[in-house]
């Protein structure tokens, strides 16, 4: 399928995702998801009724509200994006049970449900696997539904979870304008504007400074909604949708996306900036080291020892694939998605992938069902499990690692191809109809070397957009015929000249560890995209679960109270080979640091308590000590106190 741009009157972008199986993981990538299709995502229909044959997204009797369509909106990316033929055929079933449901007036789905949001789940499925297989089946169908839409959104308007997610209801209907063009597209999305959570304005003016927690307005709101009789989940109150739905973490993630995808019809100060105003206000009030913000279940502060949902990591990436293929490629995005994906991502998964966290900690000591303080998350969500807390995050886990290997690279409107990471994998495309292959090698983000070997049919011109990140030291880009090009860190070079196969493109990312400052004057070591971390010895005793997914959780008897001096040097050591990345063997990457023991950091329930500042540091404690991946953890310290040096 031939790269899909904006068409007029949509701002111009100049970036559009390849289509669905593009772009085909390899190396420690395909580990990981084929560990995926083997574990959670192949079995889970099996093992987990919610989504297996008796729910009613399949005929049956069981949910029918967002669990199927989130299980499949993964499952469709994975298996494309795998060419697993089994996958396939598994979201056949629901794809097809899905078509035939549409009804006369377009509206579709199990006749429980009335609500806009599963379906509108169930479009970012269908569009993906449009872009896979051309099915013509799929845009009539979506035509027919926006039609509904746009006859019945005034006498039956969006409601509770579809006001703060009506995005990516937007984001479809844009997605067939551009393919058919039809006029009444555009007004639809300015219908869902209107009935959509204003998040332009909520990350412009970011009323959510204070953790939820200590926030005396909306505890009042909550007493409010009881005394009047109202349940807290799913009503439609006023203020509940304004305090509650704004500060959901979730939402909050999926939000991130709707100023940009607003700014493609209506475009404005606020819509052009949403996402870096609410990004840049996220992460100084909520932000943890790990590259995301706490929410559990609600905004919740800085502090490393509050929880982040599996469900808001993986719905923050999809929102800067989204960005990115909208037409924002400022250099920041890609920084921050590989951030998310080499580090929050992976640390939410057992190694098998069969179990997962509901809320995962930047300093998590003990994964326990031992009391903490979320602010409305039960005790058993910091446990690795099927379905720990609630089932939303065993549903929607799925599309983490296959959405982000789809959005790898993206076509340019200028014909040519732009890396957003060098994560290795292969890219077949076609430019003026001449096919065309790259194959990314060299390890990234586990080793400073990236290979770009091209293939063409017949020698052809196009550009390619290679991305130097912020962090590279004395970056240079190896041209084939032996030239050497000097390139900055944080910009974009571009590289235009006849393409011939055998071509290769050398890049020198050269990563050193550097010390980033968080809470409470707490520091982090980062190498490249990765946060680097203090690993204890982790013991993992099963606590119960299915056999097929047991529950665990893990502790440690080593002592964990860290200090960095800030003094002494750092060392990066790399391995040899990265073909398993995360918490399987060796690290591939280690960084070697001289840290001494806080005696006063101790224990603060079941959590380790917050990071002193400026704590003393004796001389007898200080030892070489290995840092390994924040995605390689179960258990860790990641924001450390800092000290001037051991006394």
Not at 31 to 41: D, F, L, N, S, V
Not at 449 to 461: C, L, M, Q
Not at 522 to 549: C, I, Y
């Amino acid at each position: 399928m031939k790269a899909i741009f904006n068409k007029a009157p949509l701002t111009t972008n100049t970036l559009s995702s390849l289509s669905l199986g593009a772009i085909r993981p390899e190396g420690w990538l395909r580990a990981q998801m084929e560990a995926q299709a083997k574990g959670i995502t192949g079995k889970l229909r099996e093992i987990w009724p919610d989504v297996g044959n008796g729910c009613a997204w399949l005929g049956g009797e069981g949910d029918s509200w967002e669990r199927a369509p989130y299980y499949l909106d993964g499952l469709v990316s994975l298996a494309w994006g795998l060419d697993d033929e089994q996958l396939k055929a598994s979201a056949m079933d629901y794809i097809e049970w899905i078509l035939a449901s549409q009804r006369e007036d377009g509206w579709f789905g199990p006749e429980l449900n009335d609500d806009y949001w599963p379906l509108m789940v169930c479009l970012k499925a269908l569009y993906q696997y449009f872009t896979a297989t051309m099915d013509k089946r799929v845009l009539p169908f979506m035509d027919k539904f926006f039609k509904y839409e746009y006859r019945n959104l005034e006498s039956k308007p969006l409601r509770g979870w579809a006001c703060a997610r009506g995005g990516e209801n937007m984001l479809a209907a844009l997605q067939l304008y551009n393919i058919t063009g039809q006029k009444y597209l555009l007004e639809l999305c300015r219908i869902l504007r209107g009935q959509t959570l204003d998040w332009p304005n909520i990350f412009h003016t970011f009323p959510n400074i204070q953790p939820m927690s200590r926030s005396l307005k909306w505890e009042r709101l909550k007493s409010a909604l009881h005394e009047e009789g109202d349940g807290l989940v799913g009503t439609d109150h006023p203020y509940f949708n304004t305090y509650y739905h704004q500060s959901h973490g979730v939402n909050v993630a999926m939000g991130l996306k709707t100023p940009g995808v607003i700014n493609m019809f209506k475009s404005g100060f606020k819509e052009q900036g949403g996402f870096r105003f609410g990004w840049t206000k996220l992460m100084k009030h909520h932000g943890v080291a790990s590259g995301i913000f706490t929410a559990d279940e609600h905004l919740n502060g800085a502090s490393p020892t509050q929880g982040t949902e599996t469900c808001a990591v993986v719905e923050a990436m999809y929102s800067l694939e989204t960005l990115i293929g909208c037409g924002d490629f400022g250099q920041d995005l890609p920084d921050i998605l590989e951030k998310l994906a080499f580090n929050a991502l992976p640390a939410a998964f057992t190694a098998d992938t069969m179990g997962h966290q509901y809320d995962q900690q930047a300093n998590q000591v003990a994964a326990t069902a031992a009391p903490r303080p979320w602010y409305n998350n039960g005790d058993e969500s910091n446990l690795f499990g099927l379905e720990p807390n609630f089932g939303c995050c065993t549903a929607n886990l799925h599309q983490g690692w296959p959405k982000f290997t789809a959005s790898l690279w993206y076509a340019t409107n200028d014909d040519g191809l732009a890396a957003i990471s060098y994560a290795p994998c292969k890219v077949r495309t076609a430019i003026d109809g001449v096919p065309v292959r790259l194959s990314v090698g060299g390890g990234y983000p586990f080793a400073e070397t990236v290979e770009i070997e091209v293939a063409v049919k017949r020698p052809i011109e196009f550009p390619l957009y290679l991305r130097v990140p912020f962090w590279a030291k004395q970056p240079v880009i190896h041209l084939p015929e032996g030239e050497i090009m000097t390139v900055k860190a944080g910009e974009t070079t571009c590289i235009r000249r006849r393409w011939a196969t055998g071509d290769v493109v050398k890049l020198e990312l050269p990563m050193e560890p550097r010390i980033t400052r968080w809470y409470h004057q707490s520091a982090a070591v980062e190498l490249g995209p990765l946060l680097m971390a203090f690993q204890p010895k982790e013991n993992w005793q099963r606590v119960g679960g299915p056999d097929e997914a047991p529950t665990w959780q893990v502790t440690t008897d080593e002592a964990w109270n860290w200090t960095i001096l800030r003094s002494e040097p750092m060392k990066a050591v790399f391995g040899e080979r990265a073909e398993n990345a995360f918490k399987v063997g060796e690290p591939p990457v280690k960084v070697l640091a001289k840290l001494g023991k806080a005696d006063e950091w101790k224990m603060d329930g079941a959590n380790c308590g917050a990071t002193p500042i400026q704590p003393g540091v004796r001389r007898d404690s200080v030892e070489t000590v290995e840092l390994v991946p924040f995605g390689f953890t179960s258990l860790r310290i990641s924001q450390f106190p800092i000290a001037d040096d051991a006394e």
